[in-house]
Structure formats: structure tokens, C-alpha cells
């Protein structure tokens, strides 16, 4: 079976950091490109990055361009989300998906089904 399993998350102070892990088995990690979304208790869903196959494509939404860096390791199947300089309004579940292809879209979107699979989330929570 594919599976993703999301870990990292917790309770953070503004200006912390957090990093996110996602460990994958059942699939050939190395073909997908894999992507973050997180689901915000008042705002609901937002797609926050994306890396392609072999890493050499990386988006990310406005809201997290220049705090969060999305990374991969292909030996270990693994995605990370690295996020620094974390804000209230960066609380919510942070899911890892995995894409359709190797390479990126032009739009992503937060809805878990626009992707192929996802993991349980785990949950991030900014406050003083």
C-alpha cells in the first residue's frame, strides 16, 4: 500500500521554527513530485509548496515564500518542509501530497483531492 505518514508538527512561538517531515512507502518516491497543503481552522485549505521529482523545481504560495523551504531526499523517500519565522496564521494541519507526475502544475490547490494521495496531517499550532 502507499502511504505518506506526516511528523514535526507542534507548538511553536511566533518567530519559531518548526520542521515538518513526511516519510512515504508503496510507491517509487523518486518519480513524484510532492507538494504540502495545510488546512486552516478558520480559512480552511491552502496548497503551501511544491518540489518536483528530483528537486529541481520548488513553488510556494505568497504567504510562505522566503520563511518555509521545501526539501526531498529520494534515498530515504522523504519530504521535509523546513518553516522559519512562523506566524499565527500559519496554524493549521500540514498535509504531505503526492502528485499525479513528476514534474509540477501550473495552479495547485489546497483540496487534498486534486492530488493522488495525502497523509493524516500533522498539526502545527503558532501562538505566544
Known amino acids: 500500500d502507499e502511504q505518506l505518514v506526516e511528523s514535526g508538527g507542534g507548538l511553536v512561538q511566533p518567530g519559531g521554527s518548526l520542521r515538518l517531515s513526511c516519510t512515504t512507502s508503496g510507491f517509487p518516491f523518486g518519480s513524484y513530485a510532492m507538494s504540502w497543503v495545510r488546512q486552516h481552522p478558520e480559512t480552511g485549505p491552502e496548497w503551501v509548496s511544491t518540489?518536483?521529482?528530483?528537486?529541481?523545481?520548488?513553488m510556494y504560495a505568497d504567504s510562505v515564500k522566503g520563511r518555509f523551504t521545501i526539501s526531498r531526499d529520494n534515498t530515504k523517500s522523504t519530504l521535509y518542509l523546513q518553516m522559519n519565522s512562523l506566524k499565527p496564521e500559519d496554524t493549521g494541519v500540514y498535509f504531505c501530497?503526492?502528485?499525479?507526475?513528476?514534474?509540477?502544475?501550473?495552479?495547485?490547490?489546497?483540496?487534498?483531492?486534486?492530488?493522488?494521495?495525502w497523509g493524516q496531517g500533522t498539526r502545527v499550532t503558532v501562538s505566544a
Open positions: 518540489i518536483s521529482s528530483r528537486s529541481g523545481v520548488r
Open positions: 501530497a503526492k502528485d499525479w507526475n513528476a514534474g509540477v502544475r501550473e495552479v495547485y490547490s489546497g483540496q487534498l483531492t486534486d492530488y493522488d494521495i
